[in-house]
């Protein structure tokens, strides 16, 4: 194998070939693609090229930075890379130029410099250069947030039919950084851009008409289309948002073995393939899976794989979280763990997942009225006190009644129990109008005590059977005309219930019991 030659030795031959070279802007074809290079000078073998790039040919120096930044035939060498390609870039060789300044903006084999960077993009710009221009695009969006700018530099390559700049010119109206966003702009972008072959705009123009926007409505088919067009290019983004289709029937027929297919595509994802952050999709498919095979949708009923899925999620996705505390909590799938299914519970309950914060904590309250997983110290007993009292479900509402009355974080304190059931009540909570009612109606009560608590069994009779039957002494005592009065009031009543209840929301498990003859461990 041959000695490499040093670095020195390299950059002072450079310097004195430089004064023999052509100015800039005389050299033959700048504007020569990638593509034209490497064709020319792929098959020349490393000794052959470097003997080129050493002689002042510009697109021998601009193929030899590129295979040293890329390790071929050689160690990767950022330095040597960034050397090759400024000794190019000098010649004029717009390729050069563009990659140069990408290096400087990004710190790549160079100090990184972000005058000298938009000094060589700038050159290569000049000359027309597309990438270059997409670059300097990238730079004002990402870096500067400087979002008109940027829109003038994609648009400056994407007319030019630049594929990445019409993706990144959509992006830009897609997520509101122009003033107004315009979504039928980020529709034109993106599908040039798809039709084009950029596999990343397929998956935001199937992301795009699966959402509807202002001036421009759903079109689930297309989504579903371009969507699959991007999922099979491997478009993580696109491989979770065709599952969803597929799971919920958008766009076509349900199918939950395709669901269940692409939904393992995203959980089998490798973070060490990406320099990005680890994406949230992997473990949302992770939750997804999981209750795919909790609810047998696309796979047989298998709660020991469902909890194996939850576990991969747990403290990183809300729903998976959740789940698992539901099974923790039952003993199904898993070994019984009130502890871990509280610390479940507490995780979503208290970071905002959505539509299962309100659950989580329903079901955090329900352990801990059941006197499960209770704190071992009056100190965690207040700090959960407070974290619990942010309730704003009715059922919750209801078990922080119980819990005050019965003293299970504290002292117990009836009195401070009647506000919590009251306002459950009024939120329309069967359970919470019977515990307000026999409240209202105990002991020495006045007859507008009375009556009051004969309009909330009344109104809880409604779903609760068992609320008439305890009414039956008070419409004695009180007569028709109350027991009348009651019925007219129970039916006019105007539940106060919270804005949580959003689509979906009272199709969530609720915290489950064990299947009867099913094993403490499940299947």
Not at 20 to 38: C, N, T, V, Y
Not at 186 to 208: I, M, P, T
Not at 432 to 452: C, H, I, N, S, V
Request: with cysteine; hydrophobic share 45%.
């Amino acid at each position: 194998m041959q000695n490499p030659v040093p670095r020195w030795l390299l950059a002072a031959v450079l310097v004195l070939q430089l004064a023999a070279w052509p100015a800039r802007g005389e050299a033959s074809g700048p504007l020569e693609p990638f593509e034209a290079i490497e064709a020319r000078w792929k098959e020349t073998p490393l000794p052959g090229l470097e003997a080129a790039a050493r002689s002042g040919d510009a697109t021998a120096q601009c193929y030899l930075a590129w295979r040293c930044a890329r390790g071929l035939g050689r160690p990767a060498d950022m330095a040597e890379a960034a050397m090759w390609f400024h000794a190019a870039a000098e010649q004029g060789l717009a390729e050069a130029q563009n990659r140069l300044g990408w290096m400087y903006s990004q710190g790549q084999g160079v100090r990184k410099d972000r005058a000298t960077a938009d000094l060589w993009l700038r050159r290569a710009a000049d000359q027309g250069f597309t990438t270059a221009k997409s670059n300097l695009g990238w730079l004002a969006d990402k870096e500067d947030k400087k979002y008109e700018e940027a829109a003038q530099w994609y648009r400056q390559a994407a007319e030019r039919g630049h594929r990445h700049a019409q993706f990144l010119l959509g992006d830009l109206h897609l997520f509101n950084k122009l003033k107004p966003s315009d979504a039928r702009e980020a529709e034109k972008w993106f599908r040039l851009a798809a039709e084009a072959g950029h596999v990343e705009a397929a998956g935001r123009l199937g992301r795009l008409y699966r959402q509807a926007r202002e001036g421009l409505d759903a079109n689930l088919p297309e989504a579903r289309r371009w969507l699959t067009k991007a999922a099979e290019a491997g478009v993580m983004e696109a491989q979770f948002g065709l599952a969803e289709m597929h799971e919920l029937g958008e766009g076509g027929p349900a199918d939950q073995a395709a669901a269940l297919r692409w939904y393992r595509k995203v959980a089998d994802y490798d973070p060490a393939q990406s320099k990005n952050s680890f994406p949230s999709r992997v473990p949302q498919s992770w939750a997804r899976l999981g209750a795919m095979h909790e609810e047998g949708r696309g796979t047989p009923v298998n709660l020991k794989t469902a909890a194996w899925w939850y576990s991969r999620a747990e403290q990183a996705d809300g729903e998976a979280t959740f789940r698992l505390g539901r099974l923790l909590a039952a003993g199904v799938g898993v070994v019984p763990d009130d502890a871990r299914a509280a610390e479940c519970f507490e995780f979503t309950a208290t970071r905002g997942h959505g539509r299962y914060t309100h659950r989580a904590m329903e079901a955090w309250l329900e352990l801990l009225s059941q006197r499960r997983a209770l704190p071992n110290d009056p100190a965690e007993a207040a700090r959960i006190r407070l974290r619990v009292e942010q309730a704003k479900a009715p059922r919750a509402w209801l078990l922080l009644g119980r819990i005050a009355e019965e003293g299970i974080l504290g002292p117990a304190d009836p009195g401070a129990a009647m506000p919590w059931y009251r306002k459950a009540a009024e939120a329309d909570d069967a359970e919470a109008q019977m515990e307000l009612a026999r409240r209202l109606a105990a002991g020495d009560a006045t007859d507008a005590a009375r009556k009051e608590a004969l309009q909330w069994f009344t109104r809880a009779a409604r779903r609760l059977p068992a609320a008439a039957a305890e009414a039956a002494p008070l419409r004695a005592r009180l007569g028709p005309e109350a027991t009348a009065a009651a019925e007219r009031w129970a039916e006019s009543f105007a539940p106060q219930r919270p804005p949580i209840y959003g689509p979906g929301y009272e199709a969530l498990p609720p915290l489950i019991a064990p299947p009867a003859g099913d094993s403490p461990t499940g299947r």
